[in-house]
């Protein structure tokens, strides 16, 4: 038909916002008309013009693409994934007017081939995942997917001003979520509430509240349902904190354990303290990193008692981390220390810990080099609220270096790093900063005051 380029030429001149949306209509149906293949003839042009520098021309092809769902219900099927690319692009764009009518089409795309997920959406959903950029629109679309999937064709997913970001009304009853695993099957089910979960706490606030928003509109009881996905969640956390090739999702791993301590402190531990006790000096560095973070968090997060519990082990991996060869491994043994300092009370972790680093100094093998360095560090590190808090109590507990700095003039150490290590102490020491003695506090009424004040009164 002659009039489908004239179409493609008002989608990019049309000045108002009525004849761009018309002209996206009759292009649809122009196209509908022509069959399937004359859409597949014009999908490189169209992906072009989504890309156009002029915003309202992308909004008006976005505009274009929401008709096809309507237009070619069964042929546009193997060219979804495609579009779904394509609507996620849209979801970040520059625009706010083309980013909303991205998200239109991502959740008409869903709501029209919800019933083929696996073969036409969750691999794009997925893959979107896997990218920063599209982390929080894919966590979005998906929540709209599997809503469909329950029968709820609308959720309130955008941020409430009257309630916490992270919060949303439920829609999906939990009878209804059954549907869910009807259509996906119990176990892809878990698998996608797990990974929906784990985004939680993801480090960009936005993708993690999304996530939040998400799990509260499918899932009646957020906690139950962790009880019920707590293997296959717990599956992929450990995936995701040993071996994750990028440093920030193994973080995200480890606030998750910290998270899932709190509430499943006695089933997470087993498969930590699994892995743990499988975790060697000769093992990977991602996997000992996870190791050692996860216990960060999850003394931060977990039951002070419980955690008595595994203190020994916590200690263990605390000293293989502070003489290791990785500079990594050691910062990361480094902060364990400090939490696990506030976590335990006294001295404890100090008295597990110091000695260690001096005896391994001392050996003069291939751990000096690495307990050198601890040694530093230790004595390089300020005083905090803790040291305060306790120094104000008259605790027995004392700041970081002051513990290090006294046991090693308690217990010089040996060997040719002796002279070295007295003159990092030494100037550790100078760094530290001196206590801010308070200001003696002056009466309301100075001597020259009162002076004045009985002058006036005798009118001298």
């Not at 605790?395 to 040719?416: D, N, R």
Request: hydrophobic share 45%; charged share 25%.
């Amino acid at each position: 038909m002659a009039q489908v380029p004239w179409l493609i030429t008002q989608l990019e001149t049309a000045k108002d916002q009525i004849s761009r949306d018309g002209a996206a209509l009759g292009l649809a149906e122009a196209m509908a008309v022509q069959g399937i293949h004359r859409l597949e003839a014009v999908l490189p042009e169209l992906h072009t013009k989504l890309q156009h520098p002029t915003p309202q021309v992308r909004e008006a092809f976005t505009g274009f693409i929401q008709h096809l769902p309507h237009k070619f219900p069964r042929d546009l099927a193997p060219h979804v994934p495609l579009v779904l690319g394509w609507v996620f692009e849209g979801m970040v764009d520059s625009a706010q007017n083309v980013r909303s009518r991205a998200g239109e089409v991502g959740i008409q795309l869903v709501q029209f081939f919800y019933n083929r997920a696996e073969d036409l959406l969750l691999e794009t959903i997925e893959g979107a995942l896997q990218n920063s950029r599209f982390r929080e629109s894919a966590i979005q679309i998906m929540g709209f997917l599997l809503a469909r999937m329950a029968g709820v064709w609308e959720l309130q997913l955008e941020p409430d001003e009257m309630q916490a970001a992270d919060q949303a009304t439920n829609k999906v009853s939990a009878k209804d979520a059954k549907q869910i695993s009807e259509v996906l099957g119990k176990e892809r089910h878990f698998e996608i509430l797990s990974m929906l979960q784990l985004y939680r706490y993801d480090s960009d606030r936005d993708v993690a509240n999304m996530a939040g928003r998400v799990i509260r509109s499918l899932v009646e009881n957020p906690g139950t349902m962790i009880d019920e996905i707590f293997d296959v969640l717990v599956k992929l956390t450990m995936k995701v904190l040993l071996s994750a090739d990028k440093r920030e999702e193994q973080y995200m791993g480890a606030r998750c354990c910290g998270g899932l301590a709190q509430r499943n402190f006695d089933q997470l531990m087993p498969v930590l303290l699994q892995v743990q006790s499988t975790t060697t000096a000769e093992a990977a560095v991602s996997q000992q990193i996870g190791i050692l973070i996860a216990f960060a968090e999850i003394n931060q997060n977990g039951h002070a008692s419980k955690l008595q519990s595994v203190y020994h082990k916590e200690v263990e991996a605390l000293n293989m981390g502070l003489l290791h060869k990785e500079e990594t491994i050691r910062k990361a043994a480094i902060q364990l220390l400090l939490v696990m300092r506030k976590a335990f009370s006294g001295d404890k972790v100090m008295e597990a810990s110091v000695p260690s680093i001096v005896k391994a100094i001392e050996s003069g093998d291939e751990t000096s080099t690495a307990a050198l360095w601890s040694l530093k560090a230790l004595l390089d590190i300020k005083p905090d609220e803790l040291d305060a808090k306790a120094d104000k109590k008259n605790e027995k507990e004392v700041s970081v270096f002051k513990f290090t700095a006294a046991y090693i003039l308690k217990h010089p150490v040996k060997g040719k790093h002796s002279k070295e290590i007295q003159g990092l102490c030494d100037a550790a020491a100078q760094l530290q900063p001196e206590p801010v003695k308070p200001k003696p506090k002056l009466s309301k009424k100075s001597a020259i005051d009162k002076k004045f004040e009985k002058a006036m009164k005798k009118k001298k």
